[in-house]
């Protein structure tokens, strides 16, 4: 019997160590870096315990020390274990309930494209209750410069390779597709400052879109999710609106795919 008790006091011992654990890499995760009383104080444990923890993670490269001012930070070995469960993530899976919400709240078309090539492909669609056309989107690759989904992939290409997508006349579709260098790169750099991308009727007459970034851990952009609609619906309030409901939802399947940006 003594000996069951000493073992359940060891295991609930290494639970409260594990729990205790977890609790001070979330402290340095809200605050960037602390000392040793500040993490003592946020756990509510002495400071002999907060360091032996503080030992111990920081022997598994999970937090390190400022040299200056002692205080503790999250280290790379966060980003080794981040990567690792990002890998496991697959966009399209985890972007299947963000994006019926999307459809759901503006009552739009609403998809997910990735960059494939010199195109975006839709990968995942949902309809909304005001949607009256039949087209499905899904496996279609759009032009990067005519779509809003395509910008905000092309935006967020390095500027070599997104310089190498815009020379020369791009193709035009409608009276209203951005087809000159100069004016798209314009319109690009417009984009990688509000965050997101508005088309109207550049790929379809009396079509317009929003769409905004999707991205992985480490920041990368991985994807674009936005809304598609006539444009008797999407006037310019309403096309506000919908670039920060386009916002809400990037940051929701970005906090999915392991950004926590």
């Avoid at 402290?27 to 870096?33: D, E, F, I, K, Q």
């Avoid at 949607?131 to 989107?137: F, I, L, T």
């Avoid at 997101?196 to 999710?225: C, K, M, N, Q, Y």
């Avoid at 006037?235 to 795919?257: F, I």
Wanted: with cysteine.
């Amino acid at each position: 019997m003594a000996d069951g008790a000493d073992d359940r006091r060891g295991s609930a011992g290494s639970v409260q160590s594990v729990e205790r654990a977890v609790a001070l890499l979330e402290v340095l995760a809200r605050s960037g870096a602390s000392g040793v009383t500040e993490i003592a104080d946020e756990l509510g444990v002495h400071k002999s315990t907060a360091s032996r923890l503080i030992g111990v993670l920081e022997s598994r490269g999970l937090v390190d020390q400022e040299k200056e001012r002692g205080k503790y930070f999250l280290g790379v070995g966060i980003l080794r274990l981040a990567g690792a469960a990002a890998m496991r993530l697959d966009i399209s899976q985890e972007s299947a309930p963000v994006c019926r919400l999307l459809a759901e709240e503006t009552g739009e078309t609403a998809n997910v494209a990735v960059l494939d090539g010199d195109a975006a492909v839709n990968i995942m669609q949902a309809r909304g209750r005001a949607e009256v056309s039949a087209y499905n989107w899904l496996g279609r690759r759009t032009p990067l410069h005519a779509t809003a989904s395509g910008k905000v992939l092309l935006a967020a290409l390095p500027a070599n390779v997104r310089d190498g997508l815009m020379t020369g006349e791009r193709e035009r579709f409608t009276r209203r597709t951005v087809t000159a260098p100069a004016a798209l790169r314009a319109e690009i750099a417009q984009v990688v400052a509000a965050g997101f991308a508005v088309t109207r009727e550049e790929l379809e007459e009396g079509l317009s879109a929003v769409a905004a970034p999707v991205r992985r851990f480490d920041g990368t952009v991985i994807g674009a999710i936005g809304v598609s609609g006539p444009v008797y619906r999407m006037g310019e309030e309403r096309l506000s609106e919908l670039a920060e409901s386009c916002t809400a939802a990037g940051d929701e399947l970005s906090r999915r795919m392991g950004f926590g940006g």
